[in-house]
C-alpha cells in the first residue's frame, strides 16, 4: 500500500522504513528539508509540501500524521481536510487527547474524509521490534489500512502464546488491535503512558532505595553497599519484575552506575495528566498513577537518584533528552 507521512522525527522516520521493508511506499513530508531527503535517498518520494504530498498520493489517499500533540497536529489535520476528497483518510498516530480525536472524526466525516486515531508505543525501538499499536476509528476503514498495521506490528516473535485465548481477535497477539470508534485508540495509549508512569517510579524508588542501603543513617549491621548494574541485571533473569523497563535499567546503570550523565529534570508527555484526569472523571481512585506523575513534578524542583533513573528510562525507550532546568 501507499501512505503520506506527515513529521520524520524518531518515530515517524522509522515508521516509513519499516514499511518500505515491507514492500508499501511513501510519500513524506517534515519541516526540515534534510529529514525528507535522508528518507527520499532511502526509496520514498519527496513532498515539498502538503498539498505536494496530497497530490502525488493515489485515491483512495491516506496520510499518517507523526507530528508532537496540541497546534501542530491540529494545524496539519485542518490542512490535510482541505486538500484532500470524499473516501481519503487522515491517520494520527501521535501522543493526541482523545476528546480531540472524537471532535476531528465528526468534523472529517462531514467533508466525507475518515480519520484513524492510532495509540503507538515502541518508541526509537521500532524500526527492529516493530510497533504496537491501539487503534480507534470505523471497523471498515481500519481493515482496510489493515496491511499498513501488520507490517508495522512486532508480531508473534519469540513470545509464549497465551493459553485459552481461542476464538480471540488474532490481531492482539501480533500486536495491535482495533480498540473502537473514534478516540479510542488514544484514550487506550493514554492509560498506557499512565501505567508506565507508575512502573517507571516503582523501578526508581525502589532502585533509590537499594542506593542509600549503606547510609550513615543505619546500623553499622544494617548497612549493604549494593551493585546496582548486578542487581538490575539478576532481576532481569527469572524474576517476577522483569520487563523491558528494567532491560533499559540495566543498560543505563551498566553504562553509567551512578547517572552522573543524567540531572533527574523529569518531563512529562501530558499523558500522565490526562489519564489522572479521566480517573477523576470516573471517579475510580488511581494512587499509583497520580504520585507517579507528581513525582515528575518534584523532580524539576529538586532531584534525586530516582529521578535520574526515571531520566535514563526515558532516554532509552523513547530517546526523550531531559529539558534544562527552569
Known amino acids: 500500500m501507499q501512505i503520506g507521512m506527515i513529521g520524520l522525527g524518531r518515530m515517524g522516520a522509522n515508521i ?3 514499511l518500505m521493508r515491507h514492500g508499501h511506499s511513501a510519500v513524506v513530508f517534515d519541516l526540515d528539508p534534510a529529514a525528507v531527503q535522508e528518507l527520499a535517498g532511502e526509496g520514498a518520494t519527496a513532498a515539498s509540501d502538503l498539498a505536494d504530498l496530497v497530490g502525488k498520493l493515489e485515491a483512495p489517499r491516506t496520510a499518517w500524521i507523526m507530528l508532537p500533540a496540541g497546534a501542530p497536529t491540529e494545524g496539519a489535520v485542518a490542512e490535510l481536510a482541505a486538500l484532500m476528497s470524499p473516501g481519503d483518510t487522515v491517520i494520527d498516530g501521535g501522543n493526541t487527547f482523545y476528546k480531540d480525536d472524537i471532535r476531528r472524526a465528526a468534523e472529517l466525516h462531514a467533508r466525507g474524509l475518515h480519520y ?3 495509540g503507538t508505543s515502541g518508541g526509537v ?3 527492529e521490534r516493530g510497533y504496537c499499536m491501539m487503534i480507534g476509528g470505523e471497523r471498515q476503514t481500519v481493515e482496510r489500512l489493515d496491511p499498513i498495521f501488520a507490517a508495522m506490528a512486532p508480531g508473534l516473535g519469540s513470545i509464549a502464546r497465551t493459553p485459552g485465548r481461542e476464538g480471540c481477535d488474532p490481531r492482539a497477539e501480533r500486536g495491535y488491535i482495533h480498540a473502537g470508534p473514534s478516540g479510542a485508540g488514544h484514550f487506550l495509549k493514554m492509560i498506557h503512558n499512565g501505567i508506565e508512569y507508575g512502573l517507571m517510579q516503582a523501578y526508581a524508588e525502589g532502585f533509590d532505595i537499594l542506593r542509600h542501603a549503606n547510609s550513615g543513617e543505619l546500623p553499622p549491621e544494617q548497612r549493604f ?4 548494574p548486578d542487581v538490575a541485571e539478576v532481576w532481569r533473569r527469572g524474576s517476577v519484575v522483569s ?3 528494567l532491560d533499559l535499567t ?3 546503570l551498566a553504562g553509567d552506575p551512578a547517572l552522573d ?7 512529562d508527555s501530558g499523558e500522565g495528566r490526562w489519564t489522572v484526569n479521566a480517573a477523576v472523571e470516573e471517579a475510580v481512585p488511581a494512587p499509583v498513577l497520580t504520585a507517579a506523575l507528581y513525582a515528575r513534578f518534584r523532580s524539576r524542583r529538586e532531584q ?3 529521578d535520574k533513573l526515571l531520566s535514563a528510562m526515558r532516554k532509552g525507550f523513547g530517546g526523550h533528552q531531559e529539558r534544562p532546568k527552569v
Open 16 to 18: 516509513v522504513r519499516r
Open 250 to 252: 540495566a543498560t543505563a
Open 116 to 118: 484513524v486515531d492510532v
Open 243 to 245: 520487563s523491558w523497563l
Open 225 to 228: 553497599d549494593f551493585h546496582l
Open 304 to 306: 534525586s537518584f530516582a
Open 125 to 127: 525501538w521500532g524500526l
Open 261 to 267: 550523565s543524567f540531572a533527574g529534570h523529569v518531563a
